[in-house]
């Protein structure tokens, strides 16, 4: 069996892959992109430590699943917002969506 | 290399390929074509050996090809998925390989490699052709198509859908395959997206057969929750369908029954039977290749494989002479669309539209042929019919590139080049293109005793001849004479005659990229039918034996069906039909000059029966207006907004109270403004982080939280 250190190097991989795209990406899309990264990373994580500890205790699986659904309701949001923003104001890069900057 | 690694392989390159191109390639015209044809003769070569592999080995019925890998843990056994190559596969497995490789080929030439980039062309939309210098004098040729390298990437996903359809030996993956084709469907008829009708047309062929692919998936559901299986081979074992034909749901009908019903939803969609037809015509507004793929290699031929497949289930609770309640919706549906799509055909103009109703009338013929039980002529039509509707798209696609030509030529963009009553006289100019289109017409109309199609439609009206299904077997016959009318008909103005165009008269023909494909489709658009001869026939049958195709492919059932008894009297219909309706297309069109002068433009016939209308109409506008008046007017402005609005005029009246009993004479007199002054020194300081830069909010998030966690860090350990 592959061990745990492995899920937890790729989980902490993506996690800082998701990471540098939210923090370095100027495109709103791609900001969203790497939030998702981040997020499946969790649930590898959780994933891999409920397989690794007690399998009878669903809790690991099931809070990945809760995060599906969050992500997905916040994917859904979160685009929503992208395309009226781009509706009104023709850009989808941040930092170009300044109106309620000093 | 053992022939189940081999099947496993087959799907593999152009699922490869399709990455390939997508993340590496797609800057370079030339690697992504060779990788995509590259594929396309891998996965060809792989077919071709395990289909030979198949037709040396002695009771290969018994012991097909076939392999599994245990996949997902289901409590308390396994969910397999596996490939299975029976002799139906095998078949299967030759015509898709051969068309799938000629479309790759032809795609080269169609899309204009070689050419000059267009002067103006925008990706989305069709080239629009270049200007180029020679010997001092200005010529506009055909330019090259700006997303040359995505289409390839889409063709290669589109192949390996239909390879891993054919593989598959369960329903899951194979209704995997048939999802990816769903969506290569939509990428490729929406190719040219910047026409407003391709964007439309993809989204009606998406949706459309959504609705199908619902209720099979229902249908998956269902056969899984009783079965407890997914694979073929499991499910078609004599008890298991025992058990199911015993049983009764819905309806009263037999549980195999309404799973087979189900199913068949799912191929009415896919294969575009009334009334899920719709999608099929509009799908012309993809480019020629991607006709020829969806309605000859893969998409349609996958609904009607899926049908073949399940035949044991369809067939399940048949007792003696007449048809269970599913398969008699199934031969209905079938009759019914064989007839309906072919009055269509005759009045339409576009060459493309005609050949589309012509492929809804064929797939009506199989499906007929299988509500009857006809499960061996449904099979050999389907693959004949695969070979020389491949030809007859991929002919017609070689005619609008030649009138493409000559619209270039006059530069007189109002000329449609797909109107055949614009073309004419395209003999001469295209000898290559007319010969083969007329041996890919004449398989279709059934032309006796040399075409393929003669032989695969006989023995389907022989069978429903010999079971006595008396309304099937006239409805196809009159289907099968309008078929050979319609396709004289499109010859005859097409390619007999005068031009009736300045743009016919300078028409081309096309690169060999483009012609090669049609010779050599149409070598087995004539030869295959010779594999299916009746063993009866006089004359022909005992010169070749037996019936090479009936009994090759009859194996696949565990009850291998008898041919029927050879008869005089569907032998003479076929002949009539296939005859009389090219004559009559001839002589009725020899000298039709123009649209007016067609005696056949019936409005309720040129417009479809009016079913887009009628969907629209029951449908689409209903959906509209329950979105615009129920959800938008009532739910959002008149209830949500309503309790909204209630809390705004509330708020402000608890607030103007609070300000004139509270604020004005209590705090104002007693504090008075040091509060709002200390607010305001702060958020004077506070606002330089407030940049609105998300990149500088982030990265201050993500300071905090790491100062946080080190603080908990170093205090809790």
Redesign the interface.
């Known amino acids: 069996m592959v061990p745990l250190s492995w899920y937890l190097i790729f989980a902490a991989a993506l996690f800082s892959i998701g990471l540098f795209g939210v923090l370095s990406r100027r495109n709103a899309v791609a900001i969203l992109l790497g939030i998702e990264l981040m997020l499946n990373s969790v649930n590898i994580n959780l994933a891999a430590f409920w397989r690794y500890g007690d399998v009878r205790m669903m809790a690991g699986q099931v809070f990945a699943i809760i995060v599906f659904a969050v992500a997905a309701a916040e994917v859904a949001v979160g685009l929503a917002l992208v395309i009226s923003v781009y509706r009104r104001r023709n850009t989808v890069i941040a930092d170009d969506i300044n109106m309620m900057k000093w | 290399m053992t022939t189940e690694t081999l099947i496993w392989l087959i799907p593999l390159p152009p699922v490869l390929a399709f990455f390939l191109i997508v993340l590496f390639t797609n800057r370079s015209k030339t690697l992504s074509h060779t990788v995509g044809v590259g594929a396309a003769i891998l996965s060809f070569v792989g077919s071709m050996v395990v289909f030979f592999r198949a037709v040396g080995e002695e009771h290969f019925a018994e012991h097909p090809f076939t392999s599994a890998v245990n996949w997902l843990p289901t409590g308390a056994g396994w969910f397999k998925i596996g490939v299975l190559v029976d002799p139906l596969g095998a078949m299967v497995l030759f015509f898709v390989s051969i068309t799938i490789f000629m479309i790759f080929l032809y795609s080269v030439g169609y899309h204009n490699y070689g050419q000059p980039e267009g002067d103006h062309d925008h990706k989305g939309l069709p080239p629009h052709g270049a200007t180029i210098e020679h010997d001092g004098h200005k010529h506009v040729v055909p330019s090259v198509e700006p997303m040359y390298s995505r289409f390839f990437a889409f063709l290669a996903l589109f192949a390996f859908g239909m390879y891993v359809l054919v593989v598959s030996d369960n329903l899951l993956t194979m209704f995997v395959g048939w999802e990816i084709m769903g969506l290569c469907s939509y990428l490729l008829i929406g190719f040219w997206y910047g026409k407003p009708s391709a964007h439309n047309a993809a989204v009606k062929a998406f949706m459309t057969t959504r609705i199908g692919d619902v209720f099979m998936l229902l249908g998956i559901s269902y056969l899984y929750s009783v079965t407890g299986t997914l694979t073929f081979r499991e499910i078609f074992t004599e008890e298991t369908l025992h058990m199911l034909a015993e049983h009764t749901t819905f309806f009263g009908m037999t549980v195999s029954g309404f799973i087979a019903l189900l199913l068949f939803i799912g191929t009415v969609g896919k294969s575009a039977q009334w009334p899920l037809h719709v999608w099929l015509p509009d799908a012309m507004e993809g480019p020629t290749p991607v006709s020829a793929m969806i309605h000859a290699a893969t998409m349609v031929s996958a609904g009607v494989y899926a049908v073949i497949r399940m035949f044991p289930l369809l067939t399940a609770d048949m007792h003696g002479h007449g048809l269970p309640t599913t398969m008699a919706i199934v031969a209905f549906i079938g009759a019914f669309t064989a007839l309906f799509a072919a009055t269509i055909a005759v009045a339409q103009n576009d060459i493309k539209r005609v050949l589309a109703y012509s492929t809804i009338s064929q797939l009506g013929f199989m499906i007929a042929a299988l509500g009857i039980g006809a499960y061996v002529a449904a099979a050999f039509h389907l693959v004949t019919h695969a070979f020389f509707k491949a030809l007859l798209f991929l002919g017609s696609g070689s005619v609008i590139h030649g009138m493409e030509h000559g619209v270039l030529h006059t530069r007189n963009h109002d000329v449609d080049p797909q109107d055949m009553y614009n073309m004419g006289g395209l003999k001469n100019k295209m000898p290559i293109t007319f010969w083969t289109f007329l041996i890919g017409g004449f398989a279709l109309s059934g032309f006796p005793l040399i075409t393929a199609g003669f032989w695969s439609k006989d023995e389907i009206l022989a069978d429903a001849f010999a079971h006595e299904h008396w309304a099937v077997f006239i409805t196809l016959a009159v289907a099968a004479f309008l078929t050979a009318f319609y396709t004289m008909r499109q010859i005859t103005l097409t390619f007999l005659g005068d031009a009736r165009t300045e743009e016919a008269k300078h028409a081309h023909e096309t690169p060999w990229t483009m012609t090669t494909p049609l010779v050599i489709l149409s070598f087995f658009a004539v030869t295959f039918g010779w594999v299916g001869i009746p063993e009866h026939f006089p004359v022909l049958g005992p010169l070749f034996h037996k019936n090479w195709f009936h009994d090759f492919v009859g194996h696949t059932l565990a009850e291998v069906p008898k041919a029927p008894e050879f008869s005089w009297v569907p032998l003479l219909t076929s002949l009539v039909v296939a005859l009389g309706g090219l004559g009559l297309g001839y002589l009725v069109y020899r000298n039709v000059k123009s649209v007016s002068e067609d005696k056949l433009q019936i409005p309720l016939l040129k417009n479809k029966y009016y079913f887009d209308e009628a969907y629209d109409f029951l449908f689409v506008k209903p959906a509209y207006w329950f979105a615009e008046n129920i959800v938008y007017k009532f739910m959002d402005q008149g209830v949500i907004d309503g309790i909204l609005h209630i809390f705004g005029p509330s708020t402000g009246g608890i607030g103007s109270l609070i300000r004139d009993k509270f604020d004005l004479p209590v705090i104002n007199r007693f504090f008075g403004d040091g509060s709002a002054e200390v607010t305001y020194w702060f958020g004077g300081k506070l ?1 330089a982080i ?6 500088q909010y ?2 201050l998030a ?1 300071v905090v939280f790491i100062a946080i966690g080190a603080v908990l860090f170093f205090v809790l350990a």
């Open positions: 606002r407030q940049t609105g830069r998300i990149q982030l990265m993500l």
